[in-house]
């Protein structure tokens, strides 16, 4: 009889331990507000004025997503990890966009399976690159997806072509599918990050190809970030004014080449950023060279409330009367530890062939001056 009950309480203390290693968990967050814009165009790439716009728009301040994660811990300070998380537009539950013109993907941000342990994680899939960490880390306003470094630079990727209907950027990249990313631990807040994504197109060892390599700083309320991407092959898709979608053949093309050079420096609950950065396309760097330059500044008056503004600014190096300035700033209060209320304003102006956005997925047509304001809820789960 001992022996029967010594022998449930030994499997039932394995299957406990054997639980405790291995978890999965479902996580996201919903954002959705009301967003009022002076001038809107159609599209991204559109000239056209259509006039004030009132919507109930997603993302005032990141986009809405959800996903899985999970790892399992192989001993050693070893683990395994999984991650599954795509966006989704919380007004009409679509799917976010993939890296082909036009179409949706359940998990288009992440999907990786990886492993971690005192030598840092390498990750393998679709994934986030290493440069908008480095981005958010030396912006004040975080790179919101109201007036922030995120904005500006798909900015920068409008006027290098980008059609908007992809994550295809021409300049720099937000994700990269087929990506291989090693992630260092910090050592005295050193740390580093490199990708090398695989163009798999046979014949072609640089088709398709990309990339990059951040270092980062984070000690004593100080960051600092410098980053570097590189792509081939990049923005392959073009529309015909008949809205047929060719793609071009990967040929190994160097045409995708991005800097950045960042710094955030936080005492007490006073906040300061500036970046400088450069985006080009070396095939064809007389036609697209663009310059990006940014401020922040931030407060947090209590630990719900904190304030933030940014200003950013576009130029054409190849055309002087191509730039553009955007003006932005936010307030956000924590209801909970779960949910965020807030409020943007933002102005940008826009001259020449610019026509950089405020708010993402709310294009301003291209030499055209915009106000915009959202006053949205953010909800973590």
Known sequence: MKLKVIAAATLVAWAVAAHAQSAVTLYGAIDTGLLYQSANAPNFQSKVNLGHVYELKDAGMFTSFWGLRGAEDIGGGYKVNFRLQGAFTSTNGKFGLSDTPGSAAIFNQ????????????????????????????????????????????????????????????????????????????????????????????????????????????????????????????????TTTPAGAIITAPATGLDNNRFYYFGVMYTFHDLSVSTSYSIGRNPAKSGQDDFEMISGGLGYKFTSFLKVT?????????????????????????????????????????????????????????????????????????
């Open 110 to 237: 992440q999907s990786t399976l990886g492993i971690s342990g005192p030598f840092g994680s390498i990750d393998a899939g679709r994934q986030f690159v290493p440069v908008i960490f480095a981005m958010a880390d030396t912006d004040v306003r975080g790179a919101q997806f109201f007036g922030s470094i995120l904005t500006a630079w798909l900015g920068m990727n409008q006027a290098a072509g980008w059609q908007g209907t992809s994550t295809n950027g021409a300049i720099g990249a937000l994700y990269d599918s087929n990506a291989i990313v090693y992630q260092s631990p910090k050592f005295h807040g050193i740390s580093l990050g490199l990708e090398y994504a695989l163009g798999g197109v046979a014949g072609r060892l640089q088709g398709g190809t990309r990339e990059s390599a951040v270092l980062r700083y984070s000690n004593y309320g100080l960051n600092l970030s410098a980053a570097y991407y590189n792509g081939h092959d990049s923005n392959p898709f």
């Open 309 to 381: 503004s940014g200003f950013y600014y576009l130029k054409d190096r190849n055309v002087s009367s191509n730039q553009s300035d955007m003006y932005a700033v936010g307030a956000e209060y924590s209801l909970s530890r779960a949910t965020i209320a807030y409020v943007q304003v933002g102005h940008v102006n826009n001259r020449g062939k610019m026509s950089q956005t405020i708010a993402y997925g709310a294009p301003v047509p291209e030499g055209t001056s915009s106000t915009a304001a959202m006053i949205g809820i953010r909800h973590s789960f």
